[in-house]
């Protein structure tokens, strides 16, 4: 088992590397569902969270943006309601990897990822040990890593079916979670 999640870690990273120099690799042509290869675990928690925060999102080209930190990085995710989970490029994973905030324990398996046109890509399932979204912190999330460093950061149900109830204040650029 530990031999497998070090091999998939090492993979992720190969990746990064592969899909920079414009060398990505491509599987999985013609599937239509995501299959994990490997159990993944859940939470052992499967609680809302409790609290509320409000966020300043960004709208650009009709696509709306908020600030979210991982593991410790901040990063910047599409809010995107209609995503299974968070999606992460391989490019973040190999940062986090390489600064340490993902580890071998940390990889959960592999899956075949579909993205919203139809595609189908190798990925793999990590745990993101804390997702802070304001002033509200996840603890583990399940979130599919994409084998492409051009794959926008999707905010998705993995993290959002945590919270009672999310609001929109699209005249004043706010989302309020609770």
């Known amino acids: 088992m530990e ?20 060398c990505a690799h491509k599987s999985g042509h013609g ?20 609290g509320s925060t409000r966020v300043k999102m960004t709208e650009e080209n009709g696509v709306y943006y908020v600030p979210v930190e991982v593991n410790g990085l901040n990063l910047r995710f599409v809010f995107d309601t209609g995503a299974s989970a968070i999606s992460i490029s391989s490019a973040e ?15 959960l398996g592999t899956t075949q990822i579909m993205d919203a046109n ?14 802070k979204i304001g002033e509200l912190v996840l603890h583990n999330i399940q979130a599919s890593v994409v084998d492409n460093i051009q794959a926008p950061l ?25």
């Open 3 to 22: 031999k497998r999640k070090t091999y998939i870690l090492v993979c992720l990273s190969i990746f990064s590397v592969l899909t920079f120099c414009n």
């Open 31 to 50: 599937k239509k569902n995501v299959t994990v290869s490997q159990k993944v675990q859940t939470s052992p928690s499967e609680e809302k969270i409790s």
């Open 93 to 107: 994973v190999a940062v986090m990897v390489r600064q340490g905030l993902i580890t071998q324990d940390d990889v």
């Open 118 to 131: 139809g595609n189908v890509n190798e990925g793999a399932i990590v745990n993101l040990r804390t997702v």
């Open 154 to 178: 999707l905010f998705g149900q993995s993290a959002l079916s945590k919270f009672g109830k999310v609001s929109i204040d699209y005249d004043n650029g706010y989302i309020e979670f609770n």
